[in-house]
C-alpha cells in the first residue's frame, strides 16, 4: 500500500522523505521488522520503541512515524504525530481494510465475568449456525482452531496485532466475533479503531490500580469501550458503575439496554433457583421470556449468562437458542471447576484474584459446604501503598468468609513472597481468621488436603486455568488440576499401603 494512501486519515506532519513509497508490513517492534515495513515507534513503560529506530532501518525499515523529535537517515520517511498507539491502530486497520466493520463486534468490558461471559455468548452464537471468533484471556479463536499467536499475548491484544486477527477473521467467514476488552487496551489504544456492533459492561470493582491508579481512572477507562460502539450498548443496571455508565451513555446515538436481577433493567433475571453445580433462572427480554440452566453455581453466572442472552438478543437470536447455547457450556476451565471429588472432600479451582470475585467464589461455595470451608489463596500486588491495600482487603474477606485460610504466593514476580504472605496473613489475623503461611503453592494446597475432613470443601484461588506460576521474572510450569491430581494420588497410595 502506498504510504500517502496509509496515512490519509492520520493527523501528521511530514518531517522528512516521500510518501509515495509503498508500504509491505507495519510493526510497532524492530525486532519484527521486514524490508518494506513501516515502523511505529512507541513509548514504553520500560523501554522506548524511538532509540530502536536505527535498528529498524537497518532490518529494512523505509518510513518510521514517531510522537518525539529524533534524528533518522535520510534514506527514510519520518512522519510526527502526538501519539503513536492511536497511530499504529488507526494505521493498522487501514492497512487490513477495516475488517472490524465487516464482523459482528462484541467488546466486553468489565473487572469480573469477561471470559465467562463470552464462553456462553460463543456457545450461544454456535448454536445459531454462524461462524464465530473469539480474543480474550483464553487465547484466540475460530470454532475450536487456536489461532497462532505469542505467549505473552495480552487479553486484547496490540492493535496491530488486533486488526491483523480480525482480517483473519473475516477472511475465513466468521460472522460474530467476541472480544474481551480490558481496561490496559483501551488506556494504550489497543482497540482504538475497531468499531464494535455491542458493548457490554459487566462490573467495576478494585483492580489494576497500579496502571489506574484510581477507580475514577479505571472507570473512564472501561467507558472508553462505549464510544468506539454503534448499535448496543449493554450495561448491568445493579451495578454501582454499571449504573454511572448507563446514565453517561444515556443520550448517546448507540441504543442503551440494561441487564440485571431486576425488572428495572430491560433484560432482567427471575425465579432464580441454586443448586450446587448448577443455576437455573427465567430471563425476561423485550421479545419474551425464556427458561435457563446454567452448568455452574452462584448469582455471577446468573450475570454473565444474562449478558450473554441479552447479546443473543441484540444479535436477534432465538432466545431458545440463547437458552440451548448457555446450556452446552459444560464447564469453564478454571471458573469454580470442580478438580477432585470423593465422598469425604470436593476440591475447587477458581480464577478469583479480586477481593470481590473471591467473595462471590466463597458465598457461592458456604450454603453447599457442609463440613469448612478452606482457602488456599495468594495475593500479587504492586508494592506499596496500592498493593498492600489490595493484600489487606483480600485477607479480611478471606477471614470474614473461609473457615481456613492457606495463605500462600499468587504470581510473587519479583516481590519478596515472604513480604506478601506476612502483610495478608496480618489482614486475616486482625479479621479474626485462622490461617497459615505456606510459600511454596503446592505444599499450601497439599497442606489444605492434608487438614481436610469429611464434608470440607478446598477452594484454590487466583490461578484458575493459568499453568505457570510468576516467579522473579521465572515462568514455572503450575498446574492446579494436575498437582490436585498428583497429590491425592499420593494420598491414595499411601492409604492402600497402611491398608
Ligand atoms: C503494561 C503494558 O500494558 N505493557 C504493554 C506495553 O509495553 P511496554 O510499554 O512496557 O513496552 P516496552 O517494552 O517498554 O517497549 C516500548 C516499545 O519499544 C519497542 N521495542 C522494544 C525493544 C526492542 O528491542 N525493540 C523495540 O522496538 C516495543 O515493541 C514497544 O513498542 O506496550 C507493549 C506494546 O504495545 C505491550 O505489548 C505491553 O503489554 C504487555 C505484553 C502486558 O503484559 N500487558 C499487560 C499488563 C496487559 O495489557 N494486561 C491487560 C489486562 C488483562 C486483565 O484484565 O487482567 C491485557 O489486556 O492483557
Ligand atoms: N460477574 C462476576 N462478578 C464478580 N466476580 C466474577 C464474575 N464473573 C466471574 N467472577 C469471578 O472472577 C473470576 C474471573 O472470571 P472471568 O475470567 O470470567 O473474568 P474476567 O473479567 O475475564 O477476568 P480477567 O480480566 O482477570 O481475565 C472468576 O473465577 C470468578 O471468581
Redesign the pocket.
Known amino acids: 500500500m502506498l504510504l500517502t494512501s496509509l496515512v490519509e486519515k492520520l493527523d501528521c506532519a511530514t518531517l522528512q522523505g516521500d510518501l509515495n513509497i509503498d508500504i509491505t508490513d507495519i510493526a510497532?517492534?524492530?525486532?519484527e521488522v521486514t524490508k518494506g515495513s513501516l515502523f511505529v515507534?512507541?513509548?514504553?513503560?520500560?523501554?522506548?520503541?524511538h532509540h530502536?529506530i536505527q535498528?529498524?532501518i537497518e532490518l529494512g525499515a523505509v518510513a518510521v512515524v514517531v510522537e518525539k523529535d529524533v534524528a533518522a537517515a535520510d534514506s527514510v520517511t519520518v512522519l510526527k504525530t502526538a501519539d503513536t498507539?492511536i497511530a499504529l491502530a488507526l494505521l493498522a486497520a487501514r492497512f487490513y481494510d477495516h475488517p472490524s466493520e465487516k464482523l459482528n463486534l462484541i467488546g466486553i468490558t468489565g473487572t469480573n465475568g469477561?471470559t465467562s461471559t463470552t464462553y456462553f455468548l460463543k456457545s450461544i452464537l454456535e448454536q445459531a449456525g454462524r461462524k464465530t471468533g473469539v480474543i480474550g484471556?483464553i487465547g484466540a479463536k475460530v470454532g475450536n482452531q487456536s489461532l497462532k499467536t505469542k505467549s505473552?499475548?495480552?487479553?486484547?491484544p496490540?492493535s496491530l496485532h488486533l486488526q491483523h486477527m480480525f482480517a483473519d477473521m473475516v477472511e475465513s467467514g466468521v460472522q460474530d466475533c467476541v472480544m474481551?476488552v480490558?481496561?490496559?487496551?483501551l488506556s494504550?489504544h489497543?482497540a482504538a479503531a475497531s468499531r464494535f456492533k455491542i458493548g457490554v459492561f459487566t462490573n467495576l470493582t478494585p483492580?489494576?490500580l497500579e496502571?489506574h491508579r484510581t477507580m475514577e481512572e479505571y472507570f473512564e477507562a472501561k467507558s472508553m469501550l462505549f464510544d468506539l460502539t454503534t448499535d448496543f450498548n449493554l450495561i448491568n443496571l445493579d451495578d454501582e458503575f454499571g449504573r454511572k455508565l448507563s446514565q453517561k451513555v444515556a443520550g448517546y446515538d448507540t441504543k442503551l439496554v440494561t441487564y440485571g436481577i431486576t425488572d428495572e433493567a430491560t433484560i432482567y433475571a427471575t425465579d432464580i433457583r441454586y443448586g450446587p453445580d448448577y443455576t437455573t433462572y427465567t430471563a425476561h427480554t423485550p421479545a419474551g421470556h425464556v427458561d435457563i440452566r446454567v452448568n455452574l453455581p452462584g448469582l455471577i453466572y446468573v450475570y454473565n449468562s444474562l449478558a450473554a442472552v441479552a447479546c443473543a438478543y441484540c444479535s436477534g437470536i432465538d432466545l431458545e437458542l440463547a437458552a440451548a447455547g448457555i446450556h452446552a457450556v459444560e464447564s469453564i476451565k478454571g471458573r469454580l471447576e470442580v478438580v477432585y471429588q470423593d465422598e469425604d472432600r470436593k476440591i475447587i479451582v477458581d480464577f478469583a484474584h479480586t477481593e470481590d470475585s473471591l467473595e462471590k467464589a466463597l458465598s457461592t461455595l458456604r450454603p453447599f459446604t457442609k463440613g469448612r470451608l478452606i482457602l488456599v489463596f495468594g495475593v500479587y500486588a504492586a508494592p506499596g501503598q496500592l498493593g498492600s491495600g489490595k493484600r489487606e482487603s483480600m485477607g479480611k474477606i478471606a477471614a470474614q468468609h473461609a473457615d481456613f485460610c492457606v495463605v500462600t504466593t499468587d504470581n510473587p514476580k519479583d516481590q519478596d513472597p515472604d513480604t506478601i504472605i506476612a502483610e495478608v496473613s496480618s489482614a486475616v489475623r486482625a479479621a479474626g481468621g485462622q490461617y497459615t503461611g505456606i510459600v511454596d503453592r503446592k505444599e499450601a494446597i497439599r497442606y489444605a488436603i492434608d487438614m481436610s475432613q469429611t464434608n470440607d470443601v478446598i477452594l484454590i484461588a487466583g490461578k484458575g486455568h493459568e499453568t505457570t506460576q510468576i516467579i522473579g521474572k521465572t515462568e514455572v510450569p503450575f498446574n492446579e488440576a494436575e498437582i490436585v491430581g498428583e497429590i491425592m494420588a499420593e494420598h491414595t497410595n499411601s492409604t492402600s499401603k497402611k491398608v
Open positions: 510497532f517492534d524492530s525486532r515507534a512507541v513509548t514504553g513503560f520500560t523501554q522506548d520503541g530502536y535498528k529498524a498507539r469477561k484471556t505473552t499475548t495480552p487479553t486484547t496490540e474481551e480490558s481496561s490496559h487496551a494504550l489497543r483492580d489494576h496502571l
